[in-house]
């Protein structure tokens, strides 16, 4: 492999700058001065002159270089003690009352969750129509159908809900 002239140039000089330092004069080596305070035997240092043993040998003592400046601040109290869960409640009643008619002075309703409706009714003969007492779905219960008002019940937690019935309670009039 052929080298450029410039990097055959430098290796010439560099090898000539090698040589000269090998056979050119050598300098005094200087006297090393002694850093370090003379050693004492490991029985008589103590620890309050380990203190000024560093301080002699580096010129400082091991303290804290960048202490904090700003004011001290209190311990934070104790976290209080966490609050009882509270008591598990029926989430709000997904039903509507969507509408009624009545036939032959009986009253059905329509009950819908926004997903299925239902009709309701005392002593209907359709068929699928919800009365007191069946469910609704997993959770719900109807529980009773009062002149003003239905009565639900949350399973889980057998707790009843009220659906007002608003001005669905009497037949209107034309």
């Known amino acids: 492999m052929k080298l450029p002239r410039y990097l055959q140039l430098a290796l010439g ?20 001065q002694d850093l370090l305070p003379q050693q004492q035997p490991a029985a008589s240092i103590t620890s309050h002159n380990t203190d000024s043993l560093v301080t002699a040998a580096f010129g400082h003592s091991e303290s804290n270089l960048f202490p904090f400046q700003g004011p001290q601040v209190a311990p934070s109290p104790p976290p209080p003690p966490p ?27 329509v009950l819908s969750d926004g997903k299925q409706s239902w009709i309701v009714c005392n002593q209907c003969r359709i068929a699928d129509s919800i009365r007191s007492g069946e469910k609704l779905n997993e959770n719900w219960q109807l529980k009773a159908i009062e002149p003003d008002h239905l009565v639900f019940r949350w399973l889980p937690l057998e707790n009843d809900q009220r659906l007002s019935l608003g001005d669905m309670t009497s037949k209107p009039k034309f």
Do not use: D, I, M
Not at 92 to 109: I, T
């Open 13 to 32: 000089v560099t090898g000539a700058l090698v040589l000269w330092s090998q056979f050119s004069e050598p300098y005094e080596t200087p006297v090393q």
């Open 83 to 109: 609050k009882p869960a509270a008591a598990p409640k029926a989430p709000s009643l997904p039903f509507k009352l969507v509408g009624a008619w009545w036939n032959h002075n009986q009253r059905y309703l």
